[in-house]
């Protein structure tokens, strides 16, 4: 039996693709192990940019709760009664700081909880999630109560952000026995 032998050009076309396929097969096996961990590492870093995003978000609600509480007010010079003024003097020097307990609204009523919302959002627009944190609630409480709240008219609800924003009404206003004066003109 005959065999033809190729051409030349053939067999070495044959064994360039062969090596070369090789080559890339070998290049894949050295540079996969480092696509895979590049990819790790960038979950990784985005998990944790998550979790600080996360955390800097629980801080402005907190900061802005605090910045709705009303500061205690000092008690003017006039209204200490002498005989305690006289007793202030006559102590030592040290003055004791008394540490006030922070505010804790989690056993109040209803209409207890729903007066402090109205009053917590007349002086500016919060969200539900500030709103949350600021009374302690859960997140299911807060909402039924803001949804209940903006269909008895008491809240307005701003629909074109995300999460919703709410503010208080004339109405919700009048509830809690805040008028605005309206200036005669």
Sequence with gaps: MLVDI???GVILG???SFI???AA???????KPRLISESENAKILTERLQYY???LIDMKIRLDSLEITPEPQEIPQAQIPKQ?????QQEDPIVVKEEKP???IQNMQYGNATDHVLRLITEKPMTSRDIQVTIGRTREHTSRMLKKL???GLVERDMSTKPFTYKITEKGLTRIGVVKMVSAQ
Aim: proline fraction near 3%; glycine fraction near 6%.
């Design 84 to 88: 305690k003024e006289q007793k202030i």
């Design 25 to 31: 097969v070998i290049i894949y096996n050295k540079v």
């Design 150 to 152: 903006f269909e008895d």
């Design 53 to 55: 995003e996360n955390l």
């Design 20 to 22: 070369g396929g090789l």
């Design 14 to 16: 044959v064994f360039a």
């Design 6 to 8: 190729p051409d030349v």
């Design 102 to 104: 922070k505010e804790r």
